[in-house]
T-cell receptor, first 117, second 112 residues
Framework: DAGVIQSPRHEVTEMGQEVTLRCKPI?????LFWYRQTMMRGLELLIY????????DSGMPEDRFSAKMPNASFSTLKIQPSEPRDSAVYFC???????????????FGPGTRLTVL | QKEVEQNSGPLSVPEGAIASLNCTYS??????FFWYRQYSGKSPELIMF????GDKEDGRFTAQLNKASQYVSLLIRDSQPSDSATYLC????????????FGGGTRVLVKP
C-alpha cells in the first residue's frame, strides 16, 4: 500500500484566498484524522471521521475551516478565507477500527506545509 | 493543565547512553499509549505502543506504563545520532473512540 497520500505537499497563498487540502487514506481504514502542527501549539486534532461520518469536530478552530469525506478514499480540508495565522503543517492520518493497539495505530501522511502571506 | 504533558527538552545525551523520556496524562480512563518519533520536516511514525502496566521492550526501546501514577515513559538504550528527533507521547481512551491526544513532544539530541 502507498500509505496515506496528501496533496499538495506545499501551498503558498495570500490572505483571503481559499485553500483546499486533500487526503487519501490507506485502503480499508475506517478512521480518518486531520491534524495541524505548529511550533507554538504542537500537534492538534482538528476533526476525525469514522466510515466517512464526522465524529468530532471540536478542534476545528472556527467557521473558516470545513472538512468533508465524500467517500472512503478521499477527504478534503478547506480554509476560506485563509489568514496568516493558519500557516502550519497539516497532517492527515488514518487507522483501522480496533480499540486497542496495534489495530488503532494511526498512520500519518507526509503533511501539507501551508504558508499564508 | 494540558491533558498530556511532556518536557519539551532538548534532552541531550551522549552516543551510547540511555535516553529517558517521560509523559504524564490527566484522563484516568486512558487505555492505550503510543510513542511516535518525528524527524524534522517529516511526519510522526509509531515506534512503540503499550496498554498494560509494566514494561514492554522492542529492540533498543522500552516503554513503561504506570496507570496508577498516570505516567508512561520511553527508554532508548545505546542511543545513536539517528535517534535525534522529537518524540511524541499520545494517549487514547475507549470513550474517545480512536482519537489520540498528543503531548507537546520531547526533542532528543544524541551527540557523537
Amino acid at each position: 500500500d502507498a500509505g496515506v497520500i496528501q496533496s499538495p505537499r506545499h501551498e503558498v497563498t495570500e490572505m483571503g484566498q481559499e485553500v483546499t487540502l486533500r487526503c487519501k487514506p490507506i485502503s480499508g481504514h475506517d478512521y480518518l484524522f486531520w491534524y495541524r502542527q505548529t511550533m507554538m501549539r504542537g500537534l492538534e486534532l482538528l476533526i476525525y471521521f469514522n466510515n466517512n461520518v464526522p465524529i468530532d469536530d471540536s478542534g476545528m478552530p472556527e467557521d473558516r475551516f470545513s472538512a468533508k469525506m465524500p467517500n472512503a478514499s478521499f477527504s478534503t480540508l478547506k480554509i476560506q478565507p485563509s489568514e496568516p495565522r493558519d500557516s502550519a503543517v497539516y497532517f492527515c492520518a488514518s487507522s483501522l477500527a480496533g480499540q486497542i493497539p496495534p489495530d488503532n495505530e494511526q498512520f500519518f501522511g507526509p503533511g501539507t506545509r501551508l504558508t499564508v502571506l | 493543565q494540558k491533558e498530556v504533558e511532556q518536557n519539551s527538552g532538548p534532552l541531550s545525551v551522549p552516543e551510547g547512553a540511555i535516553a529517558s523520556l517521560n509523559c504524564t496524562y490527566s484522563d484516568r480512563g486512558s487505555q492505550s499509549f503510543f510513542w511516535y518519533r518525528q524527524y524534522s520536516g517529516k511526519s510522526p511514525e509509531l515506534i512503540m505502543f503499550i496498554y498494560s502496566n509494566g514494561d514492554k521492550e522492542d529492540g533498543r526501546f522500552t516503554a513503561q506504563l504506570n496507570k496508577a501514577s498516570q505516567y508512561v515513559s520511553l527508554l532508548i538504550r545505546d542511543s545513536q545520532p539517528s535517534d535525534s528527533a522529537t518524540y511524541l507521547c499520545a494517549v487514547s481512551g475507549l470513550a474517545a473512540g480512536n482519537k489520540l491526544t498528543f503531548g507537546g513532544g520531547t526533542r532528543v539530541l544524541v551527540k557523537p
